[in-house]
């Protein structure tokens, strides 16, 4: 397989994982799949990334994202008991 083609792929697969967080979050749900809605969103966040608050937002987030990926592992390992 050629350079590129493995980078395409690469590319590709890490643009449909960061597309499955927006899923998961329920961001698609929330916003009846508006685009425009989704897209304002990521903008603004990516102003907060820019801004004096940014250091304050990463820690927020990050810390909510971990919070919510070990719910749902608990919840997983949970259900294969059941």
């Known amino acids: 397989m050629r350079t590129w083609q493995v980078e395409r792929r690469k590319r590709t697969r890490h643009l449909i994982e960061l597309g499955g967080l927006v899923v998961k979050a329920g961001i698609v749900e929330l916003t009846n799949d508006d685009r425009a809605i989704i897209y304002g969103a990521l903008l603004w966040v990516a ?19 971990k919070q919510a990926f070990n719910a749902e592992r608990h919840q997983e390992q949970n259900s294969q008991w059941v």
């Open 47 to 65: 102003t907060k990334l820019q801004s004096l608050e940014r250091e304050h937002a990463r820690s927020l987030w990050a810390a909510k994202g």
